[in-house]
């Protein structure tokens, strides 16, 4: 059976990961995940190469949440792949990082990420940021997020 809507999560701290995999469940948010932990991993998974062939498994994903300091492959050399490629053009992608530097963030933005949020333990920004675009998408015809918000009661 193929998945859809898939989000997927570039992340090497399987804390972080952990993290982000909690918070969005919290927030309702019932997409399916896949998780790989580098830019080459990511990069094959996009690509559907290798174990990521299936494409009924392995779906390409909604959103990519993208780590910026990765081992293989930095974050910003796998954002500057996605928007080389013409099938990823509509790939919401946001830069999830650590890094207290704007200038990193600034340069994520003119490399074409959707938005750049700090890792923190609660995530708000991101979640906010999340539902910002949810709502853009939704608003416009030529961006189509398939995030699925089911907020908690």
């Known amino acids: 059976m193929k998945e859809e809507n898939v ?15 909690h918070a969005f469940r919290k927030w309702g948010i019932r997409n399916p995940f896949r998780v790989v932990p580098d830019g080459e991993q990511a990069l094959e998974y996009l690509q559907g190469r290798g174990e990521y062939s299936d494409r009924d498994k392995n779906p390409l994903p ?12 930095p974050g910003m050399e796998v954002l500057k792949w996605i928007r080389g490629q013409r099938e990823l053009e509509n790939l919401l992608v946001i830069i999830l990082s650590g890094t207290r530097n704007p ?3 600034e340069e994520a933005h003119r490399l074409g990420a959707n938005g750049c949020v700090n890792k ?4 708000k920004e991101l979640y906010d940021l999340i539902q910002h675009l949810n709502y853009f998408s939704s608003a416009s015809e030529y961006n189509n997020s398939a995030v699925e ?5």
Do not use: R, W
């Open 103 to 105: 200038e990193e963030f």
């Open 7 to 21: 989000i997927l999560l570039v992340e090497d701290c399987a804390e972080d990961a952990s993290l982000a995999l």
């Open 120 to 123: 923190t333990n609660e995530l």
């Open 149 to 153: 918000f089911f907020p908690e009661s």
């Open 62 to 73: 909604c959103l990519a949440l993208l780590d910026l300091k990765l081992p293989q492959m």
